[in-house]
């Protein structure tokens, strides 16, 4: 579920209302379905007898959880893993360009699993027709997430939808490999993209060699030739999707369904288990007294943990005028107080 809280914001408003016209466009296994389109609705804010207006769209519940995840609690792909998923990647990319539209917010965050291990592309918020501002099929807006932007996405500068879409593609696949980004931002004082820049793309695998500490043929050079184009300094020189498709790292062996789905439901479970460990870790972290009054009050422990990080961030501890005496004021009066303060 995608929520728009300001009602009021004419460009949030007409994102998220795009978002669902495309979703009602868009039919394709390796994309998420939708299941409401924008509509407008009510929702209990904080304090929680507050009710607020807001604008929401719903899709399909992708119960395996996102891509980032088994990346990040459960290590980085093999290679055949990786290109197993790929494969799924690129068939939905594929379909987004052949049906004229670009992603334009491509990452990992954006990928998703079925409990099928299916990949699933998610929010299109920036996504756009491919044919442009004016017919010709370039955008000048500033549109993604900086880390995985092209370099000729700058703002007052135009670029080619499709190719931006290629070169974030290059990235995720990168951190499926090797469980972290390949450089910071693609700009010319990058530490790693640098090279691709100056076209030595052998000076920076080198130096992501030497700074990660990896053994030699620590990836294929099949695998290295298939990044270095997609993530060329020149947009004209990366490669299309058939290209992609058609290389020989891609066209080497994945494992069958079955074995996927083995690995990950044991990745899965260690997800899990990482995930309970942090919220618990996360609950002993909060302060007693609001830890307390959020549960008496039904309070879900995200909406606790925002008010104690806001707290927490302007005071370093809990001012003593939210207990009298060493004795526990009631809940509401407790929160009551505390808004008050931190709002002041």
């Not at 379909?95 to 299109?124: G, P, Q």
């Not at 070169?167 to 910071?184: E, K, N, R, S, T």
């Not at 460990?277 to 943990?305: S, T, V």
């Amino acid at each position: 579920m995608k929520i728009q809280n300001n009602l009021f914001d004419q460009i949030e408003d007409a994102q998220i209302q795009n978002e669902s016209n495309l979703y009602l466009a868009f039919n394709h296994e390796n994309i998420t379905q939708l299941i409401k389109p924008a509509s407008q609705g009510m929702l209990h804010g904080f304090p929680p007898n507050e009710l607020i207006n807001v604008r929401y769209i719903v899709s399909e519940y992708i119960n395996g959880g996102e891509l980032f995840d088994y990346i990040a609690y459960t290590g980085k792909f093999s290679e055949q893993v990786a290109r197993y998923f790929f494969n799924q990647f690129m068939n939905g990319l594929s379909y987004l360009h052949t049906a004229c539209y670009v992603h334009r917010d491509i990452k990992v965050e954006n990928l998703m699993l079925d409990s099928n291990c299916i990949l699933k592309f998610i929010d299109f918020g920036f996504t756009a027709r491919s044919q442009g501002d004016n017919n010709d099929g370039l955008f000048s807006d500033f549109k993604g997430t900086e880390s995985y932007l092209a370099p000729e996405v700058r703002p007052g500068q135009q670029y080619d939808g499709i190719k931006v879409d290629i070169f974030a593609a290059g990235i995720v696949l990168f951190i499926m490999l090797l469980g972290h980004p390949p450089f910071y931002k693609a700009n010319a004082q990058d530490p790693f993209y640098r090279y691709f820049r100056k076209n030595r793309p052998e000076d920076f695998w080198s130096v992501i060699q030497h700074n990660y500490s990896y053994n030699q043929g620590f990836v294929s050079d099949e695998f290295k030739q298939l990044f270095n184009k997609m993530v060329d300094f020149k947009p004209a020189n990366r490669p299309n999707i058939q290209m992609i498709m058609q290389s020989s790292w891609l066209k080497g062996p994945i494992p069958k369904d079955d074995e996927i789905k083995d690995e990950f439901k044991i990745r899965l479970k260690k997800l899990e288990e990482k995930r309970i460990k942090e919220e618990e870790e996360q609950k002993q972290k909060n302060h007693p007294i609001i830890h307390d009054a959020g549960n008496n009050l039904g309070i879900g422990d995200i909406q606790i943990q925002e008010l104690d990080n806001k707290i927490m961030k302007k005071f370093k501890k809990i001012p003593g005028k939210f207990t009298y005496k060493g004795l526990k004021m009631d809940p509401k009066l407790i929160l009551s107080n505390i808004i008050n303060y931190v709002t002041q």
